[in-house]
């Protein structure tokens, strides 16, 4: 059933949307007239019905723009921070859909598990083709939480939307074996190459979170984890890994500011939607959900979207954690985040479906349906002002109409670029460098704002391919590559004599770190157990660190390899550990990329001896 007087929790507070959203529309609806239909710079209004016509829709189009936009930026800087609570208050379970996902699932599981002892990692390998079971297999040999679930095929890769509703209910079976209650249950989703901040539980926990029994689902920011990374696309020239780095800042600008603020206007309205990735529901609004439509997740692209959708229509109450986050990867490709749009962008047209449902609820009340419609009617408006604005702007010059051309003064023209077609957009770049990255100069914020202008407008390219697509019934996708995946970096080096005089880890480490732990075996294996569970986390922490070059992270990095190495007797990985620091000290960067794989293979095979000394043969 729903949740108690979720309806009105749904309602808006604090600020007060509808009357902001109204005295917007009139002062731009204002600005629109003037510049769009009086100002002389299409031709004489009133001398064309169908021109006018035209004109006034523009005007509409414009004027709700922004509107939209402002409320955003007020919603963004008057933003409250977020209270924490107590995890332990709540039994914690994430799913991590995967399909051939071997480059980036150990690091994933690792930092889950790493961050949150008490946190159940459930891996879904939807029939890969590659190792993505026998790495899961191998991290749940050290660690009784990672759990693997497999799917094979006719069943799988049926699309992620089955994936997550067959885990649900082998999760919702554990959870009934051991008596833990589904309300207090809170059921994540991550992408195989999302980490959660530390943070992020114990702010899931409070009081404006879960901690709030009429909260149903929470949404967290997402940041993009190589948005410092300087040879995002490594086996390319310096030009491409320029527009790499450009391309990957922008989709951290995206989600961070623009995304951030629609979300927390969405906290006001009671309209909250879910994102693919870091996405947390109580256990018993899945229960809801699948008694309601036989499953949780629909099937729809964006089944993320759909399932927020549904889960306001049953009357539950969403909200959204802007000081917590979880990180992907950023595209440095154009072409695949191209493709990756455009299926976003068509699965969220495929939503559209979902608002009857959401209207005949009555739980999401005035506000919360004209944010929702308005979100749903973008794609069409934006096609309509595609289509009408070069119409416009032709038949005024070819019909001589137009005041600039005519030689009049282009102070309107300007006015009208800056209003409403750059200022909107571009302002995203300081409001960047202002709340997320006050290390930015504020000529690279503006720069990154003009650049960000150009990557919205690029929502010019995806709305009509989706709809494309759907025209003529392509509803199926290929599964977007990682930045890791076929990109060939040259063999792995063997490794030095010199490394292979120290020994993977030492034959008595058992019994020497039993010693230390009063006679404690068992409690010395979990602790090698956790060393191996942990290194993929570590090893991810150096690579990101090299890949931004940022020194202090590195020799954090390599500190924390080195001195867990040592306390656990890895001497070789500890002197491999020393090695790179004075490789990447000196600077060669193709000595330094060979030292990396090394360390990278003493630390795999430091992990196979591990395995060899704790699981039993």
Known sequence: MPETDAADANRPSRVRVPLLAFLGCVVYGAMAAVVFCFSGAFGTFGDSPWRDAALVIVTGISAL?????????????????????????LSWHVMIPCRDEESVIAETVSAARSSFPGMHVWVIDDASEDATATIVTGLSDFDDKVHLISRRRPHARTGKGDALNSAYRVIADWVAEHSTDCRRTIIGVLDADGFLSDNALDLLAGPDAFGDESVGAVQLEVWMKNRDDKRPRPTSGRLVNWLGRVLVRLQDIEFR?????????RVQTGTVGMGGNGQFTRLSVLADLDDAFGQPWGQKLCEDYELGLNILARGHRTHYIPDAHVSQEALPFGRRLLTQRTRWSQGNLECASNLRDLRRSSHVQGAGLAEIHYFMAQPWLIMINLLLGPALLVHAVVTGNAGFAA???????ILLAAVFIVFPYALWGLVYRRSCEPGLGGGQAVLLGACYLIYVYLTYLYYPRAMARMLTGRTGWAKTLRNADAVDLG???????GLLAHPLVSATVVDDLAVELGGDQESSRELLGMFAVVWPRRWANLRLAVSAEDEVAIRDALGSIRVSSDMLGAQRL???????????EGGDRTEADQSMKVLHRVGEETVDAVRGIVIPR
Request: net charge negative.
């Open 407 to 413: 030689g009049e003064p282009l102070e309107w023209m």
């Open 65 to 89: 723009a922004l509107t939209y936009v402002s409320l955003l930026v007020v919603t963004y800087v008057r933003r409250r921070p977020s209270r924490s609570g107590d995890l332990e208050d």
């Open 257 to 265: 500011t623009s995304n951030s603020a629609m979300q927390m206007l």
């Open 574 to 584: 500890a002197q491999c550990a020393r090695d790179v620091e004075v490789v990447l």
């Open 491 to 497: 063999p792995m080096p063997a490794v030095p004599a």
